[in-house]
């Protein structure tokens, strides 16, 4: 039997390091290339921060500036405390960390437990919050505390140096093309750029950054805060600039594709090691996967298995909720369509244009959207005008309806996928309310059908409307004297004389009847799309009784809301009130008359927020005339630049204005504050143009992104040359010259200033009497 002294013991620490390398396959776009990632969440305190914690220490115990009296001070994100702390609490010294309230739960909850004291600084300051109060400390007590300083000490990078940079190499045989590594201290690349330029200096180190503003946790930008000392640009051959959503999808493909379940900043350096690997011919890439998911579980990392959709208000809820859709990537969108017996109003066209830019904007983040406007041409004001023009029903509502078509595109509203017309339906409305009276939901008398409310136990929560308050005869109809209930609303109303004489009445069981407006919407979106479907939008005047009547219909049918989210736009004001008689209504053909096009109208109607009503003016549609000016003027000076100096920081110009079309448009479709993000860039480019920036390359970058912008907006002008340019100043100078002729000096003003605004300078010729 061997003597116990023989035997050799080990503590936690001899387990840092020695981590695997592990081949990734299915995320890997090049055969002809090897990706090989470096597991560093395998360190027993779970990142590969262990390795410069446990050198940072040994460096002080080395020098003597750390000893057993003294407390450990750390500034950081969290990985680098809990290396500290785990050597810490095996070594006997206190701990104390400054970490911003920013910082993941499951990272503070780590710390606590293995004993460190923690002190929280204010989260908008991000890491120079938590370094500065770290550097108050010590000055005021430089006795007491050890600040082992990972942003200076030289034993930071060189735990890559001794450690990780060999055991890559030894790994890989010496077979190693590339390295790839995000940049928080950048200890990792400093030490690893050092070791392996000294096995081969033709090994390319890539360090990965995130753009200003972004939301990868233990990543910096290197101009968010004070570039860390021990930072040397030259030492990287590249640096790659990573946006939050390819990161954070990518790190959930490693856990649904490599079953690498590792952090935010593992997703970022593996999406440029896939880019570094598309661009070889042949090699091996060694990309560091620096720690585990397991501490962004309260984050929203991995909350949803699928994109996750904007912040919306549902009328339904009475709240704001993050939309995701009910199959996954699929949106089912319904929009209450027009009753086609006239043109389209203002507040009619700002309904349907708003919920093209949901369907756009929902398409840009990468769901299909199924979008379905019904058409109402079976209606009493339909049938009314018909008779009054002394033609078929048909006839009649088929020249509205092609009007309906040709207004949607003159304000470049994308075609729905359907615009089912109610009287191609109305079995489905039949069968509908067949099943309501099979449930005991709705009842007959003398030939009409009528919902009971009574039955529907929510009725009216959704509006909030008081039943006891109602006002009949003003939001609920009496002409239907046989109802039970004055308040409950007609299913099927039997037709009479005219009507018969028309052959627009249906025959049923109950007798002639057509449908009323509440019967069509439910049954046709139903039809369509399935009950409980994603979202149906329309105009906050219509919410009662018309939506909640459809809201009722499914409840009763079903037991479920009819649609999941309820999105209400508010109405357009002429002369500060509501559209109502021909002397307020303001059609498309009378904007034009005032001079604006259908592009002037479709940026006013979306510049206002959704839920808010747009009053309207001819000055209103100026100052959008000249906000339309300025964006054409940078397009086109975009779309002729030829040359220029290339402008290194243009990727950020360009996150910038996707990140903050993004962020707005979450926000319940904030167009106002998109907008104010394009102004921004469009001030910033026209500078740089100035300053002589931007080359031919760096234009179509951001052409691009405009491009990409103009997806949700639809409002940007692309026409090709300058030639364009200049027939859209000629157009506006001839316009301008005639309006000075006739004396319409406002009118010349403001033309004179969308003139100013492209970039035209604009000198009248004197009089003769005054020359």
Request: aromatic residues 8%; glycine residues 8%; contains cysteine.
């Amino acid at each position: 039997m061997k003597r116990a002294e023989t035997m050799t013991t080990h503590t936690i620490l001899d387990a840092i390091g020695n981590t695997p390398l592990v081949e990734v396959t299915r995320l890997n776009p090049n055969p002809r290339v090897r990706i090989l990632a470096k597991l560093e969440y395998v360190n027993p305190g779970g990142s590969i921060k262990d390795r410069a914690a446990l050198s940072m220490i040994e460096y002080g115990e080395k020098t003597g500036e750390l000893t057993p009296d003294k407390t450990v001070i750390e500034a950081t994100s969290g990985n680098t405390g809990i290396g500290l702390a785990m050597v810490c609490s095996v070594k006997g010294y206190r701990l104390k960390l400054a970490m911003s309230e920013a910082v993941s739960e499951e990272r503070q909850k780590i710390l606590r437990a293995r004993g460190a004291e923690i002190v929280l600084t204010p989260g908008h300051l991000g890491t120079d919050g938590a370094i500065d109060e770290v550097t108050r400390l010590v000055a005021e007590h430089p006795e007491a505390y050890y600040r082992s300083n990972q942003y200076s000490s030289p034993a930071n990078w060189m735990a890559h140096y001794h450690g990780t940079g060999p055991e890559i190499w030894a790994q890989c045989d010496g077979l190693v093309d590339c390295v790839v590594a995000s940049m928080g201290t950048t200890g990792t690349l400093m030490g690893l750029s050092r070791r392996m330029k000294e096995y081969r200096d033709g090994i390319r180190i890539v360090g990965v950054e995130p753009y200003l503003g972004h939301g990868i946790q233990g990543l910096k930008n290197m101009k968010e805060a004070n570039e860390p000392p021990i930072y040397e640009r030259r030492r990287l051959d590249a640096k790659v600039n990573v946006e939050d959503d390819e990161a954070f999808e990518m790190t959930r493909r490693l856990a649904a594709e490599e079953g690498l379940f590792v952090g935010m900043s593992s997703g970022a350096a593996m999406v440029a090691a896939v880019k570094e690997a598309e661009s070889m011919e042949s090699g091996t890439v060694v990309v560091v996967l620096p720690d585990g998911g397991e501490r962004y579980l309260s984050t929203h990392l991995f909350s949803v298995k699928d994109k996750p959709g904007p912040m919306l208000y549902n009328t339904r809820t009475g709240r704001r909720e993050v939309f995701a859709p009910r199959d996954p990537g699929v949106v089912t969108l319904y929009s209450c369509g027009p009753t086609v017996h006239q043109r389209m109003d203002l507040s009619l066209m700002r309904r349907f244009l708003f919920s093209d830019l949901l369907s756009r904007y929902l398409s840009y983040r990468g769901f299909s959207v199924r979008h379905v406007i019904n058409i109402t041409d079976l209606d009493d004001k339909t049938i009314a005008g018909a008779a009054e023009k002394g033609v078929p029903l048909a006839e009649f509502t088929r020249y509205w309806i092609d009007l309906f078509h040709k207004d949607l595109a003159a304000l470049t509203i994308k075609a729905p996928e359907a615009c089912p017309k109610v009287s191609d339906h109305v079995d489905k409305m039949v069968d509908v309310t067949e099943e309501l009276l099979k449930k005991g939901v709705a009842y007959e008398k003398l030939r009409s059908v009528y919902f009971d409310i009574s039955q529907v136990e929510s009725y009216g929560r959704m509006s909030g409307v008081d039943l006891e308050k109602i006002r009949l005869g003003a939001t609920v109809d009496l002409d239907e004297y046989e109802k039970e209930n004055p308040r409950d609303f007609t299913l099927f109303k039997r037709t009479r004389g005219r009507e018969r004489e028309m052959g627009v009445s249906i025959a049923t069981r109950w007798g002639r009847v057509r449908p009323s407006l509440h019967v069509q919407c439910a049954a046709i979106s139903m039809a369509f799309l399935g009950g409980g479907f994603d979202i149906h939008t329309s105009s906050r005047e219509l919410l009662f009784p018309h939506h909640e009547n459809e809201e009722a219909i499914a409840r009763a049918l079903t037991g479920d809301p009819l649609a999941r989210f309820w999105l209400h736009c508010d109405r357009v004001l002429v002369h500060g009130r509501k559209i109502e008689g021909s002397g307020s209504r303001m059609t498309l053909e009378e904007i034009r008359d005032l001079g604006f096009d259908g592009r002037v109208l479709r940026y006013w109607l979306l510049s206002g927020h959704y839920r808010k009503p747009l009053h309207f003016s001819s000055d209103r549609l100026e100052e959008a005339a000249k906000a339309l000016a300025k964006i054409d003027a940078c397009i086109k000076a975009l779309m002729n630049r030829e040359s220029g100096r290339p402008f290194t920081d243009l990727d950020q110009v360009v996150y910038d204005i996707r990140r903050g079309l993004i962020d707005a448009m979450d926000d319940d479709l904030n167009v106002s504050r998109t907008l104010a993000v394009i102004f921004r860039a469009i001030r910033r480019i026209n500078a740089l143009l100035g300053e002589g920036w931007i080359d031919a390359d760096g234009a179509k970058e951001l052409l691009k992104i405009f491009r990409d912008v103009d997806q949700v907006l639809g409002v940007f002008d692309f026409a090709e040359g300058k030639g364009a340019c200049r027939d859209e100043v000629a157009s506006l100078l001839a316009e301008r010259s005639e309006a000075r002729e006739n004396g319409a000096w406002e009118r010349a003003d403001a033309l004179r200033e969308r003139l100013e605004a492209m970039g035209v300078t604009v000198r009248d010729a004197r009089a003769a009497g005054n020359a």
